[in-house]
């Protein structure tokens, strides 16, 4: 839930937006990367057309919306936040946004898909590579490419239906945690107000 930005549509309607690995994989098999998304967004928007912005954002509030679907069912939901009569967050059509949506609202998608990528890059554990995994380690081991995030998932037994909605900050720290659990890194520790294990 801590990797949502929420984005206020109007006064009484606000919808999650989540950059998960699934909106990566789109937005990487659509523009190359999110630099290629916002190159051709700016060129679309000289044009006076948004289509790709309301794409972008309508992605990644479905996206927002099947993670606190599938991970958040326990939690009460958000106050402004549009639900089905089972009482599942739902997302809005970029049709429907681009019908209730204001010009100013607009201009503040781009900052928005930012702060969403930031969020979901965002690692909360970190570790160092022992001496022996540095003087071993090849490039592979430590991509970012979408074939590195799936073949983690894999190996830690999660669904595919599950890791697609993970972000890559959360898969980052599973794989730092496991890479610890083996004895390749050990952690860094900067939450010392936390207690730890001896």
Request: charged letters at 25%.
């Amino acid at each position: 839930m801590n990797k949502t930005i929420w984005f206020k549509l109007t006064d009484k309607e606000k919808y999650p937006c989540c950059y998960t690995l699934g909106a990566k994989k789109v937005v990487e098999a659509k523009w190359g990367d999110l630099k290629g998304f916002f190159e051709a967004a700016d060129k679309a928007s000289k044009g006076l057309d948004f289509r790709p912005l309301l794409f972008c954002m309508e992605l990644l509030i479905r996206q927002g919306c099947a993670r606190l679907n599938y991970f958040c069912r326990d939690i009460p939901p958000e106050p402004g936040a549009p639900l089905t009569q089972r009482g599942f967050y739902k997302p809005i059509s970029s049709e429907e946004l681009a019908a209730k949506m204001i010009t100013y609202q607009l201009s503040a998608v781009p900052d928005l898909i930012v702060d969403a990528y930031n969020k979901a890059m965002e690692t909360t554990i970190s570790g160092a590579l022992t001496k022996e995994a540095r003087e071993n380690i090849t490039n592979s081991e430590t991509s970012n490419s979408i074939a590195w995030y799936d073949y983690h998932c894999r190996t830690f037994g999660i669904s595919q239906k599950e890791y697609n909605l993970l972000t890559v900050g959360e898969i980052q720290d599973l794989a730092v945690c496991r890479a610890i659990q083996r004895g390749i890194m050990r952690e860094e520790i900067d939450t010392p107000n936390l207690p730890r294990w001896k």
